[in-house]
């Protein structure tokens, strides 16, 4: 596929339009039909593609990323955000996709939203395939007269700027198309209204001048860069010269404070066009006064640090000039000159090996790892707490889309970032902490089992760590998470996770004892095995009488292997009052566990009750501790020989004979002097089968 666009794409992109059940080039259907490309419109359409445009530079990775994410479900990609969502973080700019929003589209447009299709439509020179031929179209009396109606309402007006921005798109290239389209619009206006109601074009052009504080700033530049250009001429009127002339205070000031809250500061693309637009002095403090005003009733305005971001801000707009490195012509061919990118591969000066170097620096894999790089360095530099807190946000949201896109080892390079930086300065902790906290809460947890699945066990050590840095609040999400995966490998991953979380796992797990799922207690109660310790150990007790046997196992298992009288006591305590169906199961579980993993509650419970009580559960602790050995079981098997009572001699013939052999099985030293004592002072019975066992080991 690499290959094939690569071909295809030598003399410049081509455009797929995508319907339910053909896909279309330039609005031409295949020449014959093709059951894969049928499927393959099918395929695109369920995830609601209405088109892709194929640029150059189309790698295998990034076909291998695009055909990933339309393997997945189409409904769990809207619910990450949309394939164009995904698509930012995971793709690249070889591949555009257009999503559509079957809402939107599926909605009757009427009254100014149908107006103002009309008129940028017009405007922008659209072709039959829906895409901008250029900005420079034309427009009838009937749509400037409309265009005049909005433009003299506010409220109009900004929403004809947003659709304009909207239609334009981002990147050099919209910012020509919003300039343009935006001077067609003028020129056209200011023509028919110099024909039609001269009287009204003074007022004309100070509503136009409201559009300021809606354009965004590299869409100015350009259009202040038309001034002296035949393009900004309409009649004998410079529209772009009288436009500035009559833009009011209010929407330059607003024009300032926006893209200064914006950006959180002021760049130099915002003071170079601020300089064009105003280039008084005295009226460039007025309107930073009156911008001032406005950016402290915004959020940033609440900010201790917003005094001297403005004074930085000031200084900037009111000194910034260029004026020291380039010429005025040249000036203004610089800033029309990023609207007209010259493509390299249409050079025949530079060798092809050269020019493929150049493009891979500008690969979808390229420029993913510029985006990882930029967010690092910026993590290791940024100095000021609310700018680095701002950082931190971005980088944890950038983590949390590569997580749904597949890319984990590069998720968890940016996460180990700040996990890093957050330790450097005590006011970086507190804002790590809390971008690490909205890490854990967002598709993490989602797609993480998934991921353990195939992970090689470097990328597992990763996330074992990202895990424990974002801390306790984790673990009841990742037990949900391990309650509900099926795979082995996975389940196993999680487990040691969440085990390595210690003692302090304990505290956090304790709730779930009590959901309502039981997949969810049974991974509850072997959590709570697994952390170790006695706390905690009686809240088991109730998941022993349990409706769901899984849960029931779980919870013997946990007193059972955590080795301590305490547990013991506790599991025989719920023996000795357990009854019917919850008795049988215990009992059960407790006779299917191997030996040598119950021989501390065996010893126990051999030790603390009479024969009689449980039979079957009596026999097998005497034969389990024989299989385990070791001093303790022998002095349990001691107490088993002696025990009897005179109106059950059968029984007494039987558990004696039992422990006897056990004794012999182990055959210690220690094991072997208990029998010899026996066989010497121990009750008759006792001796009886002490003497029996001591013949068979002679």
Partial sequence: MADATARLTDRGPFALQVHADALLLDGARPQKPDLAVTELAGLLHRHLIGGVTVNSGAAADSWRTLLLLLSR???EVRADGGIAHLWATAGGPSIDLQEIDYTEVL??????????????????????????????????????????????????????????????GQGPQ?????????????????????????????ATFEQLGESVRHMPVDTLIGLLAERNRPEAMAGPVNVVNSLV??????????????????????????????QNLVPDFNRQRQLLALARDEAERSDLGQDESFPELWGRVEG?????????????????????????????????????????????????????????DLLTDLLHIEMDPLRWRDVADTVVSHADDLVRVGYFDQAWHLIETLIAQGTQQEWRQEHANAALARFGEGSLLKHVSAHLRG???????RLKRVCHAIGPSIIVPLAEVLAAEQDARSRRRLRDILIEFGPRGAETVRPLMNAGNWEVRRTAAYLLREFGGTEGLKELVPLLSDSEPLVQREAVQG???????????????????????????????????????????????????????????YVKAIEALGAAGGTEAVRALKIALNRGQWWSPFANRRHRSAAAQSL???????????????????????????????????
């Fill in 316 to 372: 900037m707009l009111t000194s910034y000039s260029d004026a020291r490195y380039v010429s005025e012509d040249y000036a203004r061919e610089l800033s029309h000159a990023r609207t007209q990118p010259i493509g390299v591969e249409g050079t025949g000066d530079d060798p092809p090996e050269r020019i493929a170097t150049w493009l891979a620096t500008v690969s979808d894999a390229a420029l993913r790892n510029l985006d990882r």
């Fill in 73 to 75: 479900p189409p409904e």
């Fill in 559 to 617: 007193l059972v292997l955590n080795g301590s009288e305490d547990a013991s006591a506790i599991l025989l305590q719920a023996l000795n009052s357990a009854s019917g169906r919850t008795k049988d199961t215990l009992i059960k579980e407790i006779l299917g566990m191997r030996e040598d993993r119950a021989a501390g509650f065996f010893v126990h419970f051999v030790r603390h009750t009479e024969p009689r009580r449980i039979p079957a559960l």
């Fill in 107 to 168: 909605r009757e447009k009427e009254g100014l939203a149908a107006t103002i299709d009309k008129i940028l439509a017009a405007a922008m020179n659209v072709s039959v395939s829906g895409q901008v031929a250029s900005g420079t179209g034309q427009l009838d009396d009937p749509a400037l007269a409309a265009l005049a109606d909005i433009v003299s309402d506010r409220g109009k007006l900004e929403e004809l700027m947003k659709q304009l921005g909207v239609r334009a």
């Fill in 174 to 202: 919209g910012a020509e198309i919003q300039t343009s389209t935006f001077l067609t619009l003028a020129r056209g206006l200011v023509e028919y209204m110099s024909r039609t109601a001269p009287e009204k074009l003074q």
């Fill in 664 to 698: 012999r099985r182990i055959g210690s030293p220690e094991a072997l002097d208990t029998l010899r004592d026996a066989s010497r002072r121990g009750a008759l019975g006792a001796r009886a089968a002490a003497r029996a066992e001591l013949a068979r080991v002679e």
């Fill in 245 to 274: 002339e009559h833009i009011p205070d209010g929407p330059a000031a607003s024009f300032v404070a926006s893209h200064v809250v914006a950006e959180r500061g002021a760049t130099e693309r915002l003071a170079h066009a601020f």
């Fill in 455 to 461: 992970a090689p066990d470097a990328s597992f050590e």
